[in-house]
């Protein structure tokens, strides 16, 4: 892998190219909260802010270029994302940034895990998964209960974040993935925090 600011400007003109202003402009602010979540509960700063920098590379890709990936790249599908195409984002963005900016296995995973958790997620994981729902611009978080999540740790924080994400999910009356709800339960079996 590159050194951090080289690759930082990289995947920055990468991501210009590839996705909307919008998603460009939520890769950036997600870059941010990712560094601050980071430095608070001592996270290799720089491998979350190129992570949280790149972890939505794949999302602007078409359903018909999402699909063509993961068959010419042999990435297995499970039925839910084979209806929901657009989680198969971060099992292609994880693999673009394998081959294209050969990131490690643990910044990999954190891309790969983001949008619907995992049970074996590190602290890196965590942090992006974190940083992805709670950037600024995330209209749907009470950042109160945030605050409150924030002072226990980031197992708090992955289980308040979660609610959020599966409630969200309800709400608009899609699908649930399975991995969103083993992932709650572990949190909740398993928090450390408290
Ligand atoms: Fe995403
Ligand atoms: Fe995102």
């Known amino acids: 892998m590159k050194e951090t600011e080289e690759l930082l400007k990289q995947i920055e003109q990468d991501i210009k190219n ?10 950036i602010r997600v ?41 010419e ?21 994880a693999d673009i940034c394998k081959k294209r900016y050969d990131f490690p296995d643990d910044m990999q995973k954190a891309i790969l895990y983001h949008t619907l958790g995992n049970p074996n997620m590190d602290e890196l994981a965590k942090i992006i998964f974190i940083a992805d729902k709670t950037e600024e611009d995330r209209t749907y978080v009470d ?11 980031l197992n708090s924080l992955m289980i308040y974040v979660l609610d959020m994400s ?13 991995d969103s709800i083993y992932t709650r339960n572990y949190f909740l079996i398993h928090n450390t925090d408290i």
């Open 73 to 93: 790249n042999q990435i297995e599908t499970d039925e839910i994302e084979r209806i929901n195409i657009e989680l198969l984002h971060g099992k292609i963005g």
């Open 31 to 71: 870059m941010k909260r990712a560094e601050e979540l980071a430095k608070k509960y001592n996270v290799d700063v720089k491998k979350a802010k190129i992570v949280g920098l790149a972890h939505d590379i794949a999302k602007d890709m078409s359903k018909e270029q999402k699909l063509a990936y993961v068959e």
């Open 166 to 178: 599966i409630k969200y999910t309800i709400y608009k009356g899609k699908i649930i993935h399975p």
């Open 18 to 27: 590839n996705l909307t202003p919008k998603r460009y402009e939520h890769s």
């Open 143 to 153: 950042f109160e209960k945030l605050k409150e999540a924030e002072k226990n740790g």
